[in-house]
């Protein structure tokens, strides 16, 4: 089967999630499953669909759980899309494939094929296992899984926007997609109104992408004629937006699109005054270079130049003065104490709700926190949903913060009611600066992430490849495995090189343990094409003869890649050249569907049986002629395939290429 694109499914997995709030009739005729499911009891899924509809998520979660639990097939794969989602806070993927699993156990369509894209586009992706689970989907009944086993393909995306029946869920899904910064999805998008829209807020995409700091998603809303100067109902544009934003990524698109630079929002703050709030000089320096005015005032008479005193930057207040800023409150600002968050009077605060340490700990400055805390405030305030000043620095990024809490006795090990810690925000943040604080304050490597894996393990999946080291360095256990089985050496072994394998190894990382699908190490190692990372692990001791629970080698999965260099590799090792999988399929007619004729010119001068057929009686030329290309097909006709031959379904490999119109490899296949 073709490879999918690895697109980001951020987006789409929130389009799953909506999919609950449709009408019982709309959620279900997609199905027709083999396996009747539970009775569906109503009332908990009309509950749960109307909660998802009112956006409270956890409510909804709740609802589907009770239902999920009784057997409801229907709730199970809903509860399992909602788990996948963020809006529960940190996707749990563990939870969700268990409640999938259930559900295409009892005839679930859309649950198998929803774990037929997991597997799709995991890295590295399992294509055997999204086969197994396409198949079961179309088994079921399901129209686009059989369509795209039909196509010999596998799945792209769980379900296409396109059929959700409720317009908000692919506006919904359409914003998901640009606050998470995922072009691919958004170039699936032809509705150019979506560009347009807002939500409850005024809030456009726009708005969206550039708060978020999706600087790829606001360049493309900006080339697709998102209104520049857009505002909310606070007043706030854009520009305004990325001045705030955590790394204001998507400033400079919008500085050079021509964005207005001294707009003011409803309590009369410009892009400048974010900025100046910000405390970094780089973002306050491109707006006065984009033609700023310094000394605007907001509707509380404060020029920008009073917030950078007053959050006591003093780079961003030298930035300012070169410019020519000046304060409008200069001796009340520069010698009085602040002992709280100045807010607008009789106007909107966005930070209604929080205690003023919360908002303190989130500035990249940290004079007023210190006062704060001098004057009583607890660094262990407990804030709404178990939020901690700690928690908010983590999220904000600000190290210094963090720093500064940590020294007046902030808790390093709290969790959130999201169940999220300082250092599993750090490294979701890839902050390597904050994790070095952060464990050097106590917190343990070997805890469990805000994904519920392993912190390592977490990282390595994540590709956060220093923070990996430095927990390594710190001692990290090396064999800590997550719920799949998925120990540190697997997920490094998922990457590029084997540079961090090698140093796992070093640290002496066992080769043998397995995940659930049966993988060791060196299968996932293969499974990613890393040649540097097999050889590695073959010299640790690796079995070259290892299984999964399909019955797959290394050999095997490498001939499917068409990795003419690991499959040198794995034979010069000693791999056996005839082991099967359950499927019948050896590492020949893996190869043979993978289209590359070098590859299947090495099994066969490596001794490779060419006439051998699997549980389909499909030979490795039928499976070319399906799959693969010319160049194999001519490969195994010279070393003798015999072309007559016919499997279980009464096709040669003429035939299956004349059914799918392949007319290179029908001529190919003619005799003479």
Known sequence: MARPDRSTRTALL?????????????????????????TRPTAALDTAQRAVREKEFGQAAKAFEAAAKGGNAEAQYLLGSLLLSDALGTPDPVAARRWLESAAGSGESRAAYSLAVLA????????????????????????????????????????????LGDPQSIVEAYWAAVQHDDLAQLRRYADATLVRRTDAFGRGALARATGADAARASGW????????????????????????????????????????????????????????????????????????????????EDAVLDLALRAGNAEVVATLRAAGAQATRRSAIETAQVDSVQRPKGQPDLYAGLPDLFVAAARHTTGLLEM???????????????????LVAADAGAVDAARVLLAAGADVHHRDGRHRSALGIALQRDNLDLCRLLIGAGASVDDAGNSGAPLLVEALLTRRVEIAA???????????????????????????????????????????PRDKAGRDALLVAALAGNAPAVRALLQAGASVRSEDDDGATPLAIAARRGALELVRTLLAAGAPIETRTKAGASPLMQAAASGNAEVVGLLLKSGAAVNATDVHGDTALMIAARDGSPDAARALLAAGANRDLRNKDRANAREIAEGLKRATLVAALRPG
Do not use: C
């Open 470 to 512: 430095l927990l390594v360095d710190k001692g990290a256990k090396v064999d800590l495995a997550d719920a799949r089985g998925v120990t540190p050496l697997m997920a490094a072994a998922g990457l590029e090189d084997d540079t961090t394998v090698q140093s796992l190894l070093a640290h002496r990382a066992s080769v043998t």
């Open 120 to 163: 799709a586009t995991a890295e590295p992706a399992d294509e055997d296992a999204a086969g197994r689970w396409l198949g079961k989907a179309a088994d079921a009944g399901f129209a686009p899984a059989q369509a795209l086993r039909s196509a010999g393909r596998l799945p792209l995306v769980f379900l296409p926007e396109k059929d």
């Open 372 to 390: 704060l805390l001098k004057g009583g405030a607890s660094a262990n305030l407990a804030g709404p949903q178990g939020l901690s000043p700690l």
């Open 14 to 38: 929130a389009a799953i999630v909506l999919l609950a709030a449709l009408p019982p009739g709309a959620a279900l005729a997609a199905r027709k499953p083999a396996v009747a499911p539970a």
């Open 221 to 300: 809303l900006i080339e697709h004629g998102a209104d520049l100067n857009a505002t909310d109902q606070f007043g706030a544009t854009p520009l305004m937006l990325a001045a705030a934003a955590p790394k204001a990524l998507a400033l400079p698109a919008l500085l050079k699109a021509g964005a207005a630079v001294d707009r003011a929002d409803s309590v009369g703050n410009t892009a400048l005054h974010y900025a100046a709030r910000s405390g970094d000089a780089t973002r306050v320096a491109q707006l006065l270079a984009a033609g700023a005015k310094p000394n605007l005032r907001n509707r509380n």
